[in-house]
Every structure is written in C-alpha cells, then in structure tokens.
C-alpha cells in the first residue's frame, strides 16, 4: 500500500480490526447471501473514491477506505449481541482509529458514514452520507447471484 494510505494499512493491521474481521469470516462462513469481506470492503471503497472525485467532494481516499473498512465490521456484534452493526461500527472507530493516527474529526466523519449507510435518503442537503450508500449497494452483483430469488 503506498504511503499515503499508511493510516489504512493500519486499520488493517489494527489487533481488534482483525479480531472482529477474523470473528466475521467464520461466522459468515456458510452465509448463502454475500459476505463482508475484505474483498467488499475494497469494492466499498473503490466505489467511494470514485464517487467522491466524480462529485468533487473534498474528502480524503484515507477517510473514505476508512469509512469503507470499517462499515460492516460492527457485524460480529449484531449477530452475536444485537447490536446493530452500524452503532458497532460506529463504536469500534473510538477504539481502533485513534491508534492509526486519525484526527477527531476524521473520526466523527467516518462515524457519521457508517451510522447513516443503511439510509436510503437521509434528507440532507449533501451527497456524503449517500456516498457509503450507494456504494455498499452497487459493491453487490445480486443479478448474478444463485440466493437472488430469497
């Protein structure tokens, strides 16, 4: 990874990112619908930036990756505690984004990301919080998907 996505790498490599990551993978691992992956997670990711340069949006490719990385980690939470996987997503920024040298407020907009990515129009006035959205839904290739009927 190049050096200006070191904060990214970090999240990667972050103790609790993979204990969630690696706790996610094993219970996914007989899901017939799509996984959360780190395969998703770039596709997210990829969709983001893309998004955000199509639209002029001033937002760092570290922040959105972040926002990208850590959106569907909180899942581990909602299957095993039922919390839902966005506020565990949320909560999960406080403890691993801060020790991979990103600034409160970069954390406050990830956060925001993650809480607001399941809402379809969250009726503000700009396209960020749509931006994780959207990407999260064109990531999938439901057309060509065999569990698509269910």
Known sequence: MSADMTRVQAIWQHPLYQKHLTALTRLESDRIFCR???EHFLDVARLMYIYSVEQELSISK?????AAFMHDIGRIDQIEKGIPHEMAGAALCDRILPDCGFAKEEISLIKDFILHHRIKDTGADTPLYEMLYWADKK????????AQAE
Request: charged share 10%; net charge neutral.
């Open 62 to 66: 570290e922040v959105i990756y972040a």
């Open 36 to 38: 959360h992956t780190p």
């Open 139 to 146: 990531s999938r290739n439901c057309f060509a998907c065999a």
